[in-house]
């Protein structure tokens, strides 16, 4: 082959029942060369332009055991791949995907927590005197922030809920 062999590849990534796994990191690795891709919403990656050889094709998601397969890729072919990975379930996997459960819920309640401080404390400085949102200004902090909490542990505690639900379902099937 020439020194300029170029090829496609082509990767569908896949759980054991079939059904497309999309955010797998899917590393193309050559020599020293690796280059690295993420599946979409199908469970699709393809990277071209990639030297011709013989590469590693290394699959990871968390939750599921990572997955190696050797692929030739030919000049100005493109060389498809279904690459199948199992769960693997251990306490760290389970406790990633309640960490970015929990990260979610977070991201998502925070904006309506400094909205409710800024409606709040607006409506405040409408109907009292500087003095009197000046004076009393720490105890409505304190008042805010206790209301905030609450929102955001009911929503943690909702969000949790449904993320244990969901992963008591993974692990079932």
Known sequence: MSEDATGTISVHVTDSNGLALNGATVSFKIDSITNTSITDMDGQVEVTGLPAGDYAVTVSLTG?????????????????????????????????????????????????????IIAHLESEEK?????????????????LLTDIETMVVSELSAGLTAALQDILKKLAS
């Open 127 to 143: 109907t009292s005197s500087s003095f009197f949102v000046t004076k009393i200004r720490d105890p409505i902090e304190v008042m």
């Open 64 to 116: 599921y055991a990572s997955q190696t397969a050797n692929i030739t890729i030919s000049d100005a072919k493109t060389t498809t791949a279904t690459i199948v990975l199992a769960v693997n379930v251990t306490i760290n996997s389970v406790v990633a995907l309640l960490l970015a459960q929990i990260d979610t819920i977070v991201k998502a309640a925070a904006p309506a927590a400094v909205n409710q």
